[in-house]
């Protein structure tokens, strides 16, 4: 019926702009892209992720990975052995989001030598927007 139901016109409802904002938010955390490219390998414990993200300290990967799982992103596994042995893992959801970012990822190493040197360029220039 083309959306019409009774002569009367019925929009699709939009995607509310706030809940957009929040998934981009995963997207667009340099943490979390970063967690699931590792754990694109396969189930890491915490400090094996602690060692591969480089800059990361120990409170944001905790925040990091728990938000993460809230969002279905990834699931943690607890082992009851002495100590207790913890893991994470990539849900389907999260796989596809790899999936989805992995050229971004890509694109971000093919071009770190070509960003530094334009930054390089940009910060030698002398200010001009002053004027």
Known sequence: MNGTEGGASRATPP?????VREVLGIVGDKWS???V????EGPRRFTELKRAVDGISQRMLTVTLRGLERDGILTRTVRNVMPPHVSYELTPMGRALRGATAPLLEWSINHLTHIDAARAEYDARPDTRSA
């Open 15 to 19: 995607e509310d702009p706030c809940q």
């Open 37 to 40: 490219r590792h754990l694109s």
């Open 33 to 35: 892209l970063l967690i």
